[in-house]
């Protein structure tokens, strides 16, 4: 079955780390370009980090930068993010999103989405 | 960042209407814009990309049109599963936006 499985959302404290993971089945992962995108609690959508298919372009929102990091293991079919600092704002279920290419621009297959508390 | 605006943020409609939805962008995007519909709890799905290809297995009820910074998704004829919230989305810059949204509800 070709399906995103995200994980390693939870509960934690401002300023706190936190690495989310995303495994990718039924599909050769190593053609995508992989995302990241977030809705926080009744809110739209936000993208937050794209990945190349080899790694070789990484671009984050500015929201993010320098806090988030996106990475990836090919052998693995696995897309990761790194998250440091976090805030409250940062509160969001995060979903992995595949782009139909890479770097096409459009997503065209989702993970059900892992949800990040940032709270005292 | 280029930003995405959509009208109506909210959409009252009934079963059978024919409905438009558009999305201005606050610069030239060419035709790198997609439309994803998502329901209560959960994740998105793409209905269209590059402004007017439906994805694959997407009722022909839904179009889109559009170039340079203006955009409309429309549905022609309202199905009680159509009743959701919709995303505009530009790739024309690697900072990808979405638009707020918008609800469309009985």
């Known amino acids: 079955e070709v399906q995103l499985v995200e994980s390693g959302g939870g509960l934690v404290k401002p300023g706190g780390s936190l690495r989310l993971s995303c495994v990718a089945s039924g599909f050769t992962f190593s053609s995508h370009s992989m995302n990241w995108v977030r809705q926080a609690p009744g809110k739209g959508l936000e993208w937050v980090s794209s990945i190349s298919s080899s790694s070789f372009y990484i671009y984050h929102a500015d929201s993010v930068k320098g806090r988030f990091t996106i990475s990836r293991d090919n052998a693995k079919n696995s897309l990761y993010l790194e998250m440091n600092s976090l805030r409250a704002e940062d509160t969001a279920v995060y979903y992995c999103a595949r782009d139909d290419g890479d770097l096409f621009g459009y997503f065209d297959l989702w993970g059900r989405g892992t949800l990040v508390t940032v709270s005292s | 960042d280029i930003q995405m605006t959509q009208s109506p943020s909210t959409l009252s409609a009934s079963v059978g209407d024919r409905v438009t939805i558009t999305c201005r962008a606050s610069q030239s995007i060419r035709d790198l814009l997609a439309w994803y519909q998502q329901k209560p709890g959960k994740a998105p799905k793409l209905l269209i990309y590059?402004?007017?290809r439906l994805e694959s297995g997407v009722p022909s009820r839904f179009s889109g049109s559009g170039s340079g910074t203006e955009f409309t998704l429309t549905i022609s004829s309202l199905q009680p599963d159509d009743f959701a919230t919709y995303y505009c989305?530009?790739?024309?810059?690697?900072?990808?936006?979405f638009g707020q949204g918008t609800k469309l509800d009985i």
């Open positions: 590059k402004t007017s």
């Open positions: 989305q530009q790739s024309e810059s690697y900072s990808y936006t």
